[in-house]
């Protein structure tokens, strides 16, 4: 074990002698152990009589390897000496008695700090604002090519942290090179500078890897002087070897999407009350553009989900996100999720229809890769979610304006082929014919089934009931958002999916049950509560449809036989179901294979007599999976919905538990996994609500 205390190195390449022996003489003035390494990247070796202390280790490279490379030469040496304490020293910087003494203190005292920069002034005096957040490509080139002083002004005041006022200790993500005080310690645990860049970036980095694990501190207890040359703006030699080690370090960490780097932005910011900063604008546009384009086009939503998967598996650090998928179960089941289907078309016979059904499971691959981390804030969260919110509405008012203009051209729905009035008996009230107002024909507009499109009413409905119990708005905002919830509520029961129903009542109780648990009921509450419950029953009575579907059906269920030629659409999903449960039981471990299960369906339907069922699946997600799968895909299924609700309840995220009851209910009845839109509908708000707490949340939990 060294009795020296403190190393230093300083990398030189035909450096200025009188300024370079004042950066010298500063780091030998004191009376504490220490010992210099002078790593010469000089084409000759012609500062070597300069250094005649015992303390300077001279070392003559004959050529030139870099900054950060020839720095680790001497760390190396350190290192292996057991010196506790590292100084990487520029060579045009200079400081008086003290400062090493001071550094050295603190460090003592404080052994969660990593790194240590003491306050950096010109020679003139001046601060030198060298504490700084981490970069994004536009912190990179924007300020380095803008030529406009007022607004490089402005960029610098955020990115620089001027506003901190530069006068108190504070843990900052990136410190500069000129004076990097370090623990060894911490060396050995983060590794050294990265030997792939040459010059500049190779402090952010190092810093950014200390500050994952220690505290990296601006100190301004002391101070030293900097001459700050800014060669890389005036010489295109050293602007190639800025834009050489930029690449590399935005290569490695993220260029677009760097979770971390937002959340260490955001959180450096929300100290001193600024606003986050936009480094995530194109991630969260293409993202509110997924979720507000789910309810029209699967065009622009594949678009989309493709755009966002390439950015994030252009943006480099897999070792680092395959750590972090590690810790975040939920997206870890929906990748093996996707991973058991990817293995069953290995056993399918029917290759094209394999490959075909894992297409369409992409989402489930692609997403998870976006969302690991902490890819968004909470207040991005509400951001895309008020964006689906605005879709479905609009998708909403949209099949309603087309039901209208149905009702008055066209008239008696006779012609249709599954005219509730004609069919089963349901009166019409004055000039509306229901049929248009109701179930498939109300849904026809958005193409989707009825059962699908409820559950994006009911998420939005709760959505705005979140926002609602949780927020303060102005008055014309509570009365829209109230309106909205409204309508959808409307809609909805007008939908008359019965699963869908079923799903947002369970849905709702959860709901109450989290908002008691964290908020409590007073009278009032409960006054409006059961009012709400009122009104919902007299709107079922009140619909014909749905009163129909609800009660009239149901009942037929419970006194006759089921077939596949009965009036229900139950009935038909009865005898899909015994017949996919009968072929779960035959092939219960490794399933038929994705491309298989649908061959194997219409194969029994016909053997048994209902040859009408063909085209037909499983009407069931569990059971679905289990036919393409086997058990080991319906358990990581089941393992998938339980841990989202665990989380969702234990955290009471009153909107995640929503999303995985719709998901868990409705899949009884529908296989939801098996149409695109379903797809990317739980893969998106899966992913989002349970990777992004809610901003009432993280009030609840602290």
Not at 91 to 116: R, S, T
Not at 189 to 194: A, N, Q, R, S, T
């Amino acid at each position: 074990m060294s009795n020296i205390l403190i190393a230093a190195s300083i990398v030189t390449y035909n450096n200025n002698e009188k300024v370079l022996l004042e950066a010298v003489n500063s780091f030998l003035n004191t009376t504490l152990p220490v010992k210099l390494y002078i790593v010469d990247n000089s084409p000759t070796d012609r500062l070597a009589p300069l250094f005649t202390d015992n303390r300077i280790e001279y070392i003559f490279n004959n050529k030139n390897l870099g900054f950060g490379k020839a720095h680790n030469i001497a760390m190396r040496r350190a290192m292996q000496a057991g010196i506790p304490y590292y100084l990487v020293l520029n060579p045009d910087v200079y400081f008086g008695p003290g400062v090493l003494e001071g550094l050295c203190k603190h460090m003592q005292a404080n052994p969660e700090v990593g790194q240590l920069m003491p306050k950096v002034l010109y020679p003139n005096g001046e601060t030198q604002y060298l504490c700084k957040l981490l970069p994004t490509p536009a912190d990179f080139f924007v300020r380095r090519f803008i030529k406009d002083e007022a607004k490089l002004e402005k960029l610098n005041g955020k990115f620089e942290l001027r506003f901190t006022g530069y006068d108190h200790t504070m843990n900052v993500p990136y410190l500069s090179g000129c004076f990097m005080f370090l623990r060894v310690k911490a060396l050995k645990e983060v590794g050294l500078f990265d030997e792939r860049i040459f010059m500049y970036s190779e402090d952010t980095d190092l810093t950014r890897r200390v500050h994952q694990k220690y505290k990296t501190q601006f100190f301004p207890d002391v101070q030293i002087y900097h001459h700050f040359a800014k060669g890389s703006h005036k010489n295109l030699k050293l602007l190639f070897f800025a834009l050489h080690g930029a690449f590399i370090y935005f290569t490695k960490w993220g260029w677009f999407f760097d979770r971390e780097r937002d959340r260490i932005n955001n959180q450096m910011l929300a100290q001193y009350g600024q606003k986050p900063g936009k480094s995530n604008g194109l991630k969260l546009l293409l993202t509110m553009l997924l979720a507000f384009f789910l309810p029209w086009s699967m065009t622009v939503t594949s678009g989309a989900t493709i755009v966002l998967a390439v950015l994030a598996l252009t943006e480099g650090g897999f070792k680092r996100k395959l750590s972090q998928i590690r810790k975040q179960r939920a997206l870890l089941l929906l990748l093996l999720f996707f991973g058991v289907y990817a293995l069953s078309t290995l056993i399918s016979d029917d290759k094209g229809a394999a490959l075909f059904g894992l297409e369409k499971k992409l989402s489930l691959l692609l997403l998870p890769l976006v969302f690991v981390g902490n890819a968004f804030s909470a207040h991005n969260r509400q951001r895309i979610l008020l964006a689906f919110v605005l879709s479905v509405v609009m998708v909403s008012v949209y099949c309603l304006a087309y039901a209208i203009y149905r009702n008055y051209t066209i008239g008696d729905p006779a012609t249709l082929p599954y005219s509730f009035a004609q069919n089963f008996g349901v009166r019409n009230t004055g000039s509306i014919y229901w049929d248009y107002f109701s179930y498939s024909e109300l849904a026809r507009p958005a193409r989707l089934h009825p059962t699908y499109l409820s559950m994006f009413t009911i998420f939005s409905l709760f959505i705005l009931m979140e926002r609602l119990v949780t927020g303060t708005y102005t008055r014309i905002h509570t009365i829209l958002q109230w309106l909205a919830a409204a309508f959808l509520l409307i809609f909805t029961l007008l939908l008359s999916s019965r699963i869908a129903l079923l799903g947002m009542f369970i849905s709702a109780g959860f709901f109450a049950y989290l908002y008691y648990r964290t908020h409590g009921v007073n009278r009032k509450q409960m006054v409006v509560a059961i009012g709400l419950c009122a009104g919902v029953f007299l709107l079922l009575l009140a619909l014909p449809v749905t009163r129909y579907r609800i009660l009239n059906e149901t009942s037929k269920l419970l006194t006759q036989k089921d077939t596949a030629e009965s009036e229900t659409g139950v009935s038909q999903r009865t005898v899909t179901w015994e017949h996919a449960l009968q072929l779960s039981k035959e092939h219960w471990l490794t399933g038929l294979g994705v491309g298989d299960v649908q061959h194997a369906l219409d194969n029994s339907y016909e053997r048994h007599g209902y040859p009408e069922l063909k085209g037909f699946n499983s009407h069931n997600q569990y059971l679905q999976t289990w036919l393409a799968t086997g058990i080991a895909g319906l358990i990581i299924l089941l393992l998938l919905c339980l841990n989202a609700l665990y989380t969702g309840v234990r955290h009471r995220d009153r909107l995640a538990v929503t999303l995985v009851v719709l998901l868990i209910v409705t899949s009884l009845t529908e296989a939801i996994l098996e149409a695109n839109k379903g797809i990317v509908f739980i893969g998106l708000f899966y992913c989002l609500l349970l990777t992004v707490p809610s901003q009432s949340t993280a009030v609840e939990k602290g």
